[in-house]
T-cell receptor, first 115, second 112 residues
Framework: AAGVIQSPRHLIKEKRETATLKCYPI?????VYWYQQGPGQDPQFLIS???????DKGSIPDRFSAQQFSDYHSELNMSSLELGDSALYFC??????????????FGPGTRLTVL | AQKITQTQPGMFVQEKEAVTLDCTYD???????LFWYKQPSSGEMIFLIY??????QNATEGRYSLNFQKARKSANLVISASQLGDSAMYFC?????????FGAGTRLTVKP
């Protein structure tokens, strides 16, 4: 079965640079979530989108922004990168047929390293 | 606010034996969902099992079962017949409004 696709899988950036992470949800999934997992930490919710509108916001820094496009893919834009942004960034998606339960299926993650 | 607590930073189990990973939660919501995810060393987060707060039966998925005790606010994961490939980080999680709150995780090591 198709899974969530994230690109790139690995990204190395310098401080103060920008980065764009992409997420392609499971086909027919309409909700996308972004999480940040620091080393040895549990994933922290950043932001979510439902039907191309922002639905909830977590601990996303003001330097980050995200959007969901008409084909339901989502992009996380990160500017003025800091060393502390080095983490594994997950995208997850959920299905409209799973409302109430809202099981989130995670992508493989993008490992961002800021030097 | 919702909170998930996993008190076992690490667990060891002998291959082919069963193991229980503990999870307690705190929420004021009447309706909620509890999830377990597995994170191998490769990093991906794999959905294992779900338990709804109104489900009367404990959830089971193959070798995974969830020991749900609502009054105690616990949702322990039981893995039967452990395999070497079960060695991984295991996260208990609860869904809130639109996000998933995770516990700190338990690192399970299966010994041959």
């Amino acid at each position: 079965a198709a899974g969530v696709i994230q690109s790139p899988r690995h990204l190395i950036k310098e401080k103060r640079e920008t980065a764009t992470l992409k997420c392609y949800p499971i086909p027919r999934h309409d909700t996308v979530y972004w999480y940040q997992q620091g080393p040895g930490q549990d994933p922290q919710f950043l932001i979510s989108f439902y039907e191309k509108m922002q639905s909830d916001k977590g601990s996303i820094p003001d330097r980050f922004s995200a959007q969901q496009f008409s084909d339901y893919h989502s992009e996380l834009n990160m500017s003025s990168l800091e060393l502390g942004d080095s983490a594994l960034y997950f995208c997850a998606s959920s299905s409209p047929e799973d409302r109430g339960r809202d099981t989130q299926y995670f992508g493989p993650g993008t490992r961002l390293t800021v030097l | 606010a919702q909170k998930i607590t996993q008190t076992q930073p690490g667990m060891f189990v002998q291959e082919k034996e069963a193991v229980t990973l503990d999870c307690t939660y705190d929420t004021s919501d009447q309706s909620y969902g509890l999830f377990w995810y597995k994170q191998p060393s490769s990093g991906e987060m794999i959905f294992l099992i779900y338990q709804g707060s109104y489900d009367e039966q404990n959830a089971t998925e193959g070798r995974y079962s969830l020991n749900f005790q609502k009054a105690r606010k616990s949702a322990n994961l039981v893995i039967s017949a452990s395999q070497l490939g079960d060695s991984a980080m295991y996260f208990c999680a609860m869904n809130g409004n639109n996000d998933m709150r995770f516990g700190a995780g338990t690192r399970l090591t299966v010994k041959p």
